[in-house]
């Protein structure tokens, strides 16, 4: 098994750190490279979907970006203590007819020691937008590192 750092505990410079490589990745819309942060027997709810071990994560992503066209995300740290991390998120992306969407959502991560997510709960709510009224196009620039479009 590979470590991905920062490991835990995490700190008040870690926590960060660890949300914007999660960030940073799912931008990518890869799912096999998103999926090696996970443990080989990672357990997800998402939504009302429960999903476990890399493979299901894979196949999940994979039907995931190819329904949700042009996916951005942001992500920002809320809260974290010892291997545990609480992030607020938005991404937005459209559909195959075109339809724009904002989601917004809370995940709870638990890392194992080798800094390897081994759980993720994500609780996420959909709301249909105009495209002029985006505010996410493709991954973070540098310069809005911590930044989260909340409105």
């Known amino acids: 098994m590979t470590g991905r750092p920062p490991f ?6 870690t926590a960060p750190e660890k949300v914007q490589a999660a960030e940073d990745a799912w931008n990518t819309r890869d799912p096999e490279r998103v999926a ?5 027997d990672s357990v997800w709810r998402n939504r009302d979907r429960l999903i476990t071990g890399r493979d299901e994560i894979i196949a999940f992503l994979r039907e995931k970006w190819d329904r949700e066209l042009d996916y951005a995300l942001r ?3 809320w809260s ?11 991404y937005e992306c459209h559909d ?31 709301v249909r937008i105009a495209e002029a009224d985006r505010r996410i196009f493709g991954p973070r620039p540098a310069d809005e590192r911590g930044v989260l479009p909340i409105h």
């Not at 835990?8 to 410079?13: G, K, R, S, V």
């Not at 090696?36 to 080989?40: C, I, Q, V």
């Not at 724009?100 to 959909?126: K, Q, V």
């Open 8 to 13: 835990p505990p995490f700190t008040p410079e």
């Open 36 to 40: 090696l942060a996970y443990t080989e």
């Open 75 to 77: 992500k920002e740290l």
């Open 80 to 90: 974290f203590h010892g291997n545990r991390i609480a992030v607020r998120f938005q």
């Open 96 to 126: 195959a007819t075109g339809q724009w969407w904002r989601s917004y959502g809370n995940e709870l991560w638990e890392f194992t020691p080798e800094g390897l997510m081994s759980r993720r709960e994500a609780s996420i709510n959909d």
